[in-house]
């Protein structure tokens, strides 16, 4: 049970209760791996501070939109950052999101499974290097082996992906947000 009170849309000003919703709604009205949708609690935790979640839904729209990745990218970056920082809130919504990007069941699970050999390179530095960085541990090599696959701005991406989201996932995880539906499981068994 979440720590604190979720706010309800009719806690917030009218002109700002659509910031409670999803930002990623499937535009094409399939539900099979959408976002739960809806309001969201995550959003809803951060509503008892909307000038935060405000902001909060500007940064990071600008971090998911201007990393200089391309979907599959940035849902690797994601998800390596919701499983090694042990939050199964990230990890639920963006197994969603990485399926409606295209990436594979497979993919995914080889991210919860740490078998990195099971992923193309350049899938795999990625993960490797967003290990690393929850760990706070990246070091020259680490670095070097995604260095051969993108380029500086991509770097900064990741990195800026990674923080983003290992932040929410320590504020996720100390307010113990709860989940809107059954969790997926690591290994994808209940998706």
């Given at each position: 049970?979440?720590?604190?009170?979720?706010?309800?849309?009719?806690?917030?000003p009218p002109e700002k209760r659509e910031l409670l919703d999803t930002l990623s709604d499937d535009e094409s009205g399939s539900d099979e791996h959408s976002l739960e949708g809806g309001t969201l609690n995550?959003?809803?935790?951060?509503?008892?501070?909307?000038?935060?979640?405000e902001a909060f839904r500007d940064y990071g729209s600008t971090v998911w939109q201007e990393s200089g990745l391309t979907d599959h990218q940035r849902e690797f970056?994601?998800?390596a950052t919701g499983y090694y920082a042990e939050t199964s809130y990230e990890w639920q919504q963006h197994v969603r999101v990485a399926l409606d990007a295209g990436m594979t069941p497979e993919q995914i699970a080889a991210i919860s499974a740490e078998e990195l050999d099971r992923l193309e390179p350049e899938h795999a530095a990625i993960v490797e290097y967003v290990e690393a960085f929850v760990e706070g541990s990246v070091d020259d090599g680490t670095h070097e082996r995604?260095?051969?696959h993108y380029d500086e701005e991509r770097i900064?991406?990741?990195?800026?992906?990674?923080?983003?989201?290992?932040?929410?996932?320590?504020?996720?995880?100390?307010?113990?947000v709860d989940l809107e539906a059954?969790?997926?499981?690591?290994?994808?068994?209940?998706?």
């Open positions: 049970m979440a720590r604190i009170e979720y706010a309800d849309p009719e806690d917030l995550v959003y809803r935790t951060m509503g008892r501070n909307v000038d935060l979640l970056a994601i998800l995604l260095a051969e900064l991406g990741i990195g800026m992906l990674a923080g983003c989201y290992l932040g929410l996932a320590r504020v996720l995880q100390a307010l113990d059954p969790f997926v499981g690591w290994e994808l068994e209940d998706l």
